[in-house]
């Protein structure tokens, strides 16, 4: 089945420092990969996403290209910041499946 | 931001009770959907909906059934709460589901603390 796999956490980082997480997904059909973003005490908000191969999202800073031959939607920033202190989620949805699948999360601390 | 709320936002019950957790949204969004938030599980799909009356189980569905007999509204009902069910609970809304595309993205309300005593 559809399985979102993600680098385990927590990740702590100096501000301006480079970031990557990783995340590798298993889908049956041709999937849409999407990062979520979740700041303490909130809901999970959309950071970027890509709907097929090749493509980059991008937001706020952060990128991460779908690659089809790696499996994989690594998240990357060139320099953090201590707003960026979060957990972040890689996500899933296939065009043969019926839910939406999440990793496990990775939480970041950036300090100054 | 989308217009999704939920309520409450926070409660504490005793085992055994009836629980109801309502998610509204202004969306009109056709798909809406229960998750809860665990430490080391990440997200896990509870119910959802794909229409008015429409639902469907997720992976962890028991224990739990959701009604929605309007499409702004989503409710979650905990029959007779357990310990086990002390969750964060988050209900999310998306234009389509299973197009592989971009309406297929999910957009969540602010989550509901729920702690079973």
């Known amino acids: 089945g559809d399985s979102v796999t993600q680098m385990e956490g927590p990740v702590t980082l100096s501000e301006e420092a480079c970031l990557t997480i990783?995340?590798?997904?298993?889908?049956?059909?041709?999937?849409?990969l999407f990062w979520y973003v979740q700041y303490p005490g909130e809901g999970l908000q959309l950071l970027l996403k890509a709907t097929k191969a090749d493509d980059k999202g991008s937001n706020k800073g952060f990128e991460a290209t779908y690659r089809k031959e790696t499996t994989s939607f690594h998240l990357e920033k060139g320099s953090v910041q201590v707003s960026d202190s979060a957990v972040y989620f890689c996500a899933l949805t296939s065009n043969t499946g019926n839910q939406f699948y999440f990793g496990t999360g990775t939480s970041l601390t950036v300090i100054p | 931001d989308a217009g999704i709320t939920q309520s409450p936002r926070h409660k504490v019950t005793e085992t055994g009770t009836p629980v109801t957790l309502r998610c509204h949204q202004t969306e009109n969004h056709r798909y809406m959907y229960w998750y809860r938030q665990d430490p080391g599980h990440g997200l896990r799909l509870i119910h959802y909906s794909y229409g008015v009356k429409d639902t469907d189980k997720g992976e962890v569905s028991d224990g739990y059934s959701v009604s929605r007999s309007k499409t702004e509204d989503f409710l979650l009902t905990l029959e007779s709460a357990t310990s086990s069910q002390t969750s964060v609970y988050f209900c999310?809304?998306?234009?389509?589901?299973?197009?592989?595309?971009?309406?297929?993205?999910?957009?969540f309300g602010p989550g509901t603390r729920l702690t079973v005593l």
């Open positions: 999310a809304i998306s234009e389509a589901h299973g197009t592989g595309g971009s309406t297929d993205t999910q957009y």
């Open positions: 990783n995340c590798t997904y298993t889908a049956t059909g041709y999937p849409s």
